[in-house]
């Protein structure tokens, strides 16, 4: 048996594993549905948003909050994290456009605090507005100023938390999947996401796995100021998994994904995605170096090797090579697939996941660059060293 061998032979042994040992990732099965008539009593939520030159999407977003079909009362705050493209104003102008204008209320950020990420010291100056603006809210929506909520979202996520019991609840919202570059990478994100972090597992609280999702988090304001609000987790990149942590360690947590809550942010382009990939990919890893070795081993093993060894196999006449080639891309395309239907696109992109495999594994190995380049996580005009 042939080097080529073993590596075709261990990349259909990974790929099987995934699928029965990975906690059922791949089935993206974890939704979020009515559950009932909800509580008696609905408990009053507030909305932060942390916005930085978000003119483009934030009306939009402030509209949809704005039309929740929510029984409880609930009010949106919007932090202007130093925006220079007339983001608040945007966001003003959409709260009149809906009639309801008394609803939001704009805080003016104060320059970034030393040792903060832009994100979090936004988000740790609207949690303290809305203990005066909404005192007796009982939970906090921590949401992005590009997202838009189907009318039904906020329902469905308080009806959740209080019917279950839970800490938090966040949703992945589908991210915008139009343009070429978004049909190859985007839904890759969502899948290599899932299995990083299996959702049934981070819903189970019996396991510590822990993880959500930014754009979307409702979080039980008492667990809040349980763990110091975000000030513990303040020079994180990747906060949402952060906060995640913090709150599973004192109670379930739930993470599903959205049909019909959606980011407006656009990926057109290679190097848009490459961006935002490459600001915490090394970040997820600890900054270390042996993580990184064996993360881009294991993803040639699992994303290389298969179509490799499918067409160096059935080109060669090299049976057991073409056999576990053919078999592993086989399973990993059976894998891919609840999440190439989820996203709407053609059948034959199940197929793709190992070029997508390959561009992530770029990005994370630009992102240790950048790192030992001393950049850090740029972001919005921000470099974090």
């Not at 609930?74 to 007339?86: A, C, H, I, P």
């Not at 003016?108 to 949690?127: N, S």
């Not at 995605?273 to 990919?281: H, I, L, Q, Y």
Request: net charge neutral; with cysteine; aromatic share 10%.
């Amino acid at each position: 048996m042939t080097a080529f061998d073993v590596a075709s032979g261990l990349a259909l042994a990974a790929w099987a594993c995934l699928l029965v040992a990975r906690g059922g990732f791949w089935r993206a099965d974890q939704r979020l549905f009515d559950v009932g008539p909800g509580p008696a009593a609905w408990p009053e939520v507030v909305a932060v948003i942390p916005a930085r030159d978000e003119a483009a999407f934030v009306g939009r977003a402030v509209e949809s909050l704005l039309r929740q079909d929510y029984p409880g009362r609930f009010t949106v705050e919007l932090v202007d994290d130093n925006s220079r493209d007339g983001t608040a104003d945007v966001a003003r102008k959409a709260a009149a456009g809906v009639g309801a204008p008394e609803r939001l209320r704009v805080v003016t950020g104060a320059p970034l605090a030393p040792g903060w990420t832009g994100k979090l010291w936004a988000v740790h100056q609207g949690l303290a507005e809305a203990a005066c603006f909404a005192p007796p809210s009982a939970y906090v929506l921590l949401t992005d100023a590009d997202i838009v909520h189907e009318s039904a979202t906020l329902r469905r996520l308080v009806a959740k938390a209080e019917t279950e019991q839970l800490y938090l609840v966040s949703l992945m919202v589908k991210l915008r999947c139009e343009a070429g570059w978004e049909k190859l990478l985007i839904p890759a994100f969502i899948f290599f996401f899932q299995k990083l972090y299996p959702f049934p597992w981070v819903n189970d609280p019996n396991r510590p796995t822990a993880a959500a999702a930014g754009g979307c988090m409702l979080v039980r304001r008492d667990t809040l100021a349980d763990i110091g609000g975000v000030e513990h987790i303040r020079d994180r990149l990747i906060d949402d998994c952060a906060l995640a942590r913090e709150v599973k360690a004192r109670g379930p947590i739930w993470l599903g994904l959205a049909e019909h809550a959606f980011s407006l942010r656009p990926y057109d382009r290679l190097g848009e995605v490459w961006r935002m990939v490459a600001r915490s990919a090394f970040e997820q890893l600890n900054r270390s170096l042996s993580a990184l070795l064996g993360t881009l081993a294991g993803m040639v093993v699992l994303y290389v090797v298969p179509p490799v060894a499918a067409v160096y196999g059935v080109a060669a006449g090299e049976g057991f090579a073409a056999f576990a080639g053919v078999g592993a891309w086989g399973l990993m395309a059976a894998a891919y697939a609840p999440t190439v239907r989820l996203y709407g696109i053609a059948p034959p992109y199940m197929l793709t996941l190992p070029l997508a495999g390959v561009l992530y594994a770029l990005m994370t190995l630009d992102s240790a660059r950048r790192h030992w380049a001393g950049k850090g996580g740029g972001w919005k005009g921000r470099s974090y060293s």
